[in-house]
């Protein structure tokens, strides 16, 4: 049993997409659609195609950042390189379509999510810190009833040591006093833990694959993270973390 424990003035940081509500399964539904699209000009069986697309994504990050118009525009660019810009303006116009429907997508909160946010928020303050388009995450937020819970929304353009140092010293937080629950490994815990601040990791049954970390924590880092199975065990994890400290 590890002899640091979480202090009972925390705060309780929340990502959003995959950790609060569904999203990586609806790029995923996306990327089926670009394909069948792209498919009626190419073999895909015999194609990188994937493997471009992903690609493009990762160049184009840096220029358009995360979200869906960025995914939009670079399937746009995949397609019409991996056809050889044969591809004609009414496809071109049904990938701008698949951007759309997942902007106008309902939020879906995943199972036991407002429960377990309410239940932490009625003993610690809890903020919510994800990334991504602007306008779209300020949707999703006001559509998943909870913006009311957090006293405090980041949306930020990347999740790294720089941005949560800069979180937390607005906030005036230590790192050491504070918890970071996300389905990332890459985005939401291992830069918290870098910083000396806590992990919780609840994984999703889907990751993106930019979220991907090849490097898990350091042995150091490891007893400051817990893996959970569900949000739903949350609530007492963190109960069982701060009953703990010392006084």
């Not at 569904?22 to 995923?28: A, I, N």
């Amino acid at each position: 049993m590890s002899d640091i424990s979480l202090p009972g003035s925390a705060v309780v940081g929340f990502d959003a997409d995959d950790t609060l509500w569904r999203s990586e399964d609806f790029f995923e539904e996306a990327q089926d659609r670009y394909e069948d699209i792209v498919g009626r000009y190419i073999d895909l069986s015999d194609s990188t195609a994937r493997e471009q697309l992903y690609g493009i994504e990762t160049a184009n990050l840096k220029v358009f950042g995360y979200g869906v118009k960025s995914m939009t525009l670079s399937m746009i660019e995949a397609a019409v390189l991996l056809t050889e810009g044969r591809i004609d303006g009414a496809d071109v116009h049904r990938i701008v379509q698949i951007g759309k429907d997942m902007l106008v997508h309902p939020v879906e909160l995943l199972d036991g999510v407002t429960e377990a946010v309410e239940e932490v928020a009625r003993r610690f303050p809890v903020v919510l810190i994800t990334k991504g388009d602007l306008i779209h995450q300020e949707s999703k937020v006001r559509a998943s009833g909870l913006s009311s819970t957090f006293s405090r929304i980041e949306i930020v353009s990347e999740k790294d040591p720089q941005t949560y140092t800069r979180v937390l010293r607005e906030l005036e937080v230590e790192p050491g006093q504070f918890v970071m629950v996300g389905n990332s490994v890459r985005s939401d815990i291992t830069p918290v833990l870098t910083l000396g601040g806590w992990g919780v990791h609840i994984p999703y049954h889907l990751t993106w694959q930019h979220e991907v970390q090849a490097e898990p924590p350091s042995d150091g880092d490891l007893p400051r993270m817990r893996t959970l199975a569900s949000m739903r065990e949350l609530p007492e994890t963190l109960t069982a973390l701060t009953d703990s400290s010392p006084a």
